[in-house]
């Protein structure tokens, strides 16, 4: 085979069976030979392929007896190519399989092969299309995966999974300095509905942006922007933020929203994952934020001395809004875990509640689609504690305005409400409002 298709071999491998994350993989193939860079982009546009459409592939292998995995790997390339990628001549492509792995084996991948082209052919005839097993299939997202989604009915996990597959959106969120001018008016940043946060399309990594290396631009979710835009806090309150990885931005957006305005603690599991959180407030010189690690989100009461008006809850949470990110995002995943991150969570919400004022505020959130870590996980907090009033919820798909997968809720300290406008327990993850409750007068 072609020597794209031998690096793109040996990559796949230390994705699949050897665990090695997607672009790990590919800086351990091309940082150190400088000689193979050229290649990179067709190698990782090939690997990247596969693992979009790996449980495809799996699936069409298994009628296949007599391949060895090594035969599967390569195969599976070349399908990601005559199906899907087609940046390399089929026929020379098919040729060169042959010759690697023989007559006898190529003749059972035959019919695979002259399947390219007919993309109706390509899943299996007898499979439903209206079954998770067609949309697993189609949109390579594991069945496990789509149950959690299906919980908001077929068609929000299809036009979710539909939108996963499409490239990465990534939001930026232009700090109000004149550094950050230059992108404004770059034609690649969008501005969207939420100030100050701009989707990009260009073709280049954002790292290589000036104003993102100088921290005068960061990547944000929109919809994190918004919940701290619509409850911003004024002196003499303060602010708490919990925070676990993937927080969206939360972190930097505290940061660079209040500057020395109000008292701010930033905490989380992983001091680690605060670095450039640090950077940036040694960067303006703030001297409002207390910024500390905490293994116990029930226990912080040795770093903040006094409650607060504002208390934002984003654990980390199962994430899906990461999906689009990385091909091999479902490759990695153990999902045995799930249930000590749904408990992680509601030890979270637990320990951030202490800390709300009287009248204070508390918001939940978690970057997924998952009832039992958004909707379930608020509800069975509110059992045990009369005393917070849900003000609104909302579960956002992909698909929607802020082009990303979160569930919030907003809770409030103090009296207990007179009536609730819509029954908890019945949010329509339709709605393109928030469920409100009315507080009692």
């Known amino acids: 085979m072609r020597k794209e298709f031998e690096l793109a071999l040996q990559i796949l491998h230390s994705v699949t069976a050897d665990h090695l994350y997607f672009g790990e993989a590919l800086k351990a193939m091309f940082q150190k030979n400088i000689e193979l860079r050229p290649l990179r982009k067709e190698v990782a546009g090939l690997?990247?392929?596969?693992?979009?459409?790996?449980?495809?592939?799996?699936?069409?292998?298994?009628s296949i007896e007599g391949l060895e995995d090594a035969d599967k790997e390569l195969l599976s390339l070349v399908l990601a190519n005559d199906f899907y990628f087609r940046h390399f001549p089929q026929e020379e492509i098919d040729a060169e399989f042959k010759e690697a792995i023989g007559e006898e084996k190529f003749a059972?991948?035959?019919?695979?092969?002259?399947?390219?082209?007919?993309?109706?052919?390509?899943?299996?005839e007898g499979i439903d299309h209206s079954s998770l097993e067609y949309l697993s299939l189609r949109y390579n997202v594991p069945i496990w995966a789509l149950k959690i989604m299906h919980h908001f009915g077929y068609s929000n996990t299809y036009k979710t999974i539909k939108r996963f597959a499409r490239p990465y959106q990534p939001y930026v969120r232009l700090r109000s300095v004149p550094e950050a001018d230059e992108l404004r008016n770059n034609p690649d940043f969008a501005a969207t509905s939420v100030p100050d946060?701009?989707?990009?399309?260009?073709?280049?990594?954002?790292?290589?942006?000036?104003?993102?290396?100088?921290?005068?631009?960061?990547?944000?979710?929109?919809?994190?922007?918004?919940?701290?835009d619509d409850n911003k806090v004024v002196a003499p309150a303060s602010v708490v933020l919990y925070c676990g990885k993937s927080n969206g931005g939360a972190d930097k957006e505290v940061i660079s929203s209040y500057l020395n305005e109000v008292p701010v603690n930033i905490a989380t599991p992983n001091e680690d994952d605060l670095l450039e959180a640090k950077r940036l407030i040694k960067q303006l010189g703030l001297r409002n934020i207390n910024l500390f690690s905490v293994a116990d989100p029930t226990s912080m009461e040795a770093y903040i001395s006094c409650k607060a008006e504002l208390?934002?809850?984003?654990?980390?949470?199962?994430?899906?809004?990461?999906v689009p990110t990385t091909p091999d995002f479902f490759l990695h995943y153990d999902k045995e875990k799930m249930d000590e991150i749904i408990a992680n969570q509601a030890k979270a919400l637990e320990g951030c509640a202490s800390y709300v004022e009287e009248g204070g505020t508390l918001i939940y959130c978690v970057l997924t689609i998952s009832k039992k870590e958004g909707h379930n996980t608020v509800a069975e907090f509110l059992s045990k504690h009369p005393e917070f009033t849900l003000v609104e919820e909302k579960q956002h798909f992909p698909y929607d305005e802020y082009g990303c997968a979160a569930y919030y809720a907003k809770l409030s300290l103090g009296p207990k409400v007179a009536s609730i406008a819509v029954p908890f327990g019945e949010m329509n993850a339709l709605s393109t409002e928030p469920v409100h409750c009315a507080s009692a007068k």
């Open 47 to 62: 690997v990247g392929c596969e693992l979009r459409h790996d449980i495809l592939f799996t699936k069409l292998f298994g």
């Open 197 to 228: 946060v701009y989707a990009y399309s260009g073709k280049a990594a954002l790292r290589t942006y000036e104003q993102i290396k100088d921290r005068h631009a960061f990547e944000i979710r929109p919809i994190v922007k918004k919940l701290l």
């Open 108 to 124: 059972l991948c035959l019919p695979l092969l002259e399947k390219a082209g007919h993309a109706e052919s390509y899943i299996p």
């Open 311 to 322: 208390v934002f809850c984003l654990p980390e949470s199962t994430g899906f809004d990461a």
